[in-house]
């Protein structure tokens, strides 16, 4: 049966895989070229750090994590340099990247509460079609049902490498200790009870170590258009 509103004409992209696979470069590239809307999940779960770090909640507060969700309003909103986020109206872009944060961000993305509430703001993100959604669950559990479903992966050395590149002066770090950390953070999203960081089985797995941004996009692009094709 015809969907309305042209829904039929667009489909739901999904990304996930481990921190710095270059996911959120991608799915921008992607929805860029298919202009749908892109949807960084992972600075979600750094807003709600963000904020509960502000008022000295920790992971296991579910009580104070659940007050403090209630009263947030999480925005995305195209930036100047990819996608800008606001907390209750305050551009929040620049603090949610903080070391302090990217430490954090794992404990409070292994909390149910925090789970339950950002799903449900995505998913209705991506109820009219048309969105490139990068995260860890998104083909299993948030978007379960998106018509192209790609897990990106890249060694670890790779990614401590890319991550590195892209760290400020004030972010002091060796490459060895980006590594540890993201070594670290890849084990606690892997082993989280809830949602956990797994392929989908319907997943296409693609290992960005050896590919360019360009044909990794390009790769992406392709398997979105067929998908289209076939649902005309
Ligand atoms: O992609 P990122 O590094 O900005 O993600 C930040 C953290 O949030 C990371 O530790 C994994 C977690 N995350 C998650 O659990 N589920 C998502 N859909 C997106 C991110």
């Not at 995505?122 to 998104?138: H, L, N, S, T, Y």
């Not at 992966?153 to 590594?179: C, G, P, W």
Request: glycine share 6%; charged share 30%; aromatic share 4%.
């Amino acid at each position: 049966m015809a969907q309305q509103d042209g829904d039929s004409d667009r489909i739901n992209i999904a990304i996930d895989g481990p921190a710095g696979a270059g996911k959120s470069t991608v799915a921008r590239m992607v929805a860029g070229q298919l202009g749908y809307v892109y949807i960084d999940t992972g600075a979600m779960y750094r807003a709600v750090t963000l904020s509960a770090q502000r008022l000295s909640i920790t992971a296991e507060q579910d009580d104070n994590l659940a007050e403090m969700l209630e009263s947030l309003q999480i925005r995305l909103a195209p930036g100047e340099s990819g996608q800008s986020i606001f907390v209750n109206d305050e551009d929040v872009t620049a603090l949610i990247r903080s070391r302090d944060v990217t430490r954090q961000v794992s404990y409070f993305a292994a909390s149910g509460i925090v789970r339950q509430v950002l799903s449900t703001m995505q998913r209705e993100f991506a109820i009219r079609k048309g969105v490139v959604m990068d995260g860890r669950d998104i083909g299993t559990h948030v978007l379960p049902d998106a018509e192209v479903k790609v897990f990106l992966t890249a060694s670890v050395e790779e990614r401590a490498l890319r991550r590195y590149k892209e760290l400020s002066d004030d972010n002091i770090i060796s490459l060895k200790q980006l590594e540890a950390e993201i070594a670290e953070r890849d084990q606690l999203d892997e082993q989280r009870d809830i949602s956990p960081l797994i392929r989908a089985l319907d997943a296409i797995e693609l290992d960005s170590s050896g590919m360019t941004i360009l044909e990794v996009v390009e790769t992406i692009v392709k398997l979105s258009r067929t998908k289209l094709a076939e649902a005309k």
